[in-house]
């Protein structure tokens, strides 16, 4: 089976920074669209930003200019950094594959997904 694992959430001031990760087993993260969702108390779960197989990238407006995807495929793994944190990015950060090689943006377009980190901004 595929697993994606995430790390790398926490708390933070805001203003401040975090670094989340994505380990995948059983996947290959070149092959696919690869993506992060965040899910806060209360509210559905929001697509935040994608990379597609040749590397493109794309972000909600939300996060636009502030949070950078990337993927090391040598070591099949997703990044998301994230910088200038508001408390408003407080949520539950997932992982997402997709068997295709475009993307979209909503969760049902993704076929895998890690259990998740939490990122709290004060």
């Known amino acids: 089976d595929v697993q994606l694992v995430e790390s790398g959430g926490g708390s933070v001031q805001a203003g401040g920074s975090l670094r989340l990760s994505c380990a995948a087993s059983?996947?290959?993260?070149?092959?696919?669209?690869m993506g992060w969702f965040r899910q806060a108390p209360g509210k559905e779960r929001e697509w935040i930003s994608s990379i597609l197989t040749a590397g493109t990238m794309s972000y909600a407006d939300s996060v636009k200019g502030r949070f950078i995807i990337s993927k090391d495929n040598t070591k099949n793994t997703l990044y998301l950094q994230m910088n200038s944190l508001k408390p408003e990015d407080t949520a539950m950060y997932y992982c997402?594959?997709?068997?295709?090689?475009?993307?979209?943006?909503?969760?049902?377009?993704?076929?895998?997904w890690g259990q998740g980190t939490q990122v709290t901004v004060s």
């Open positions: 997402a594959a997709s068997s295709t090689w475009y993307c979209l943006t909503t969760p049902t377009s993704f076929d895998f």
């Open positions: 059983r996947y290959t993260v070149s092959s696919s669209c």
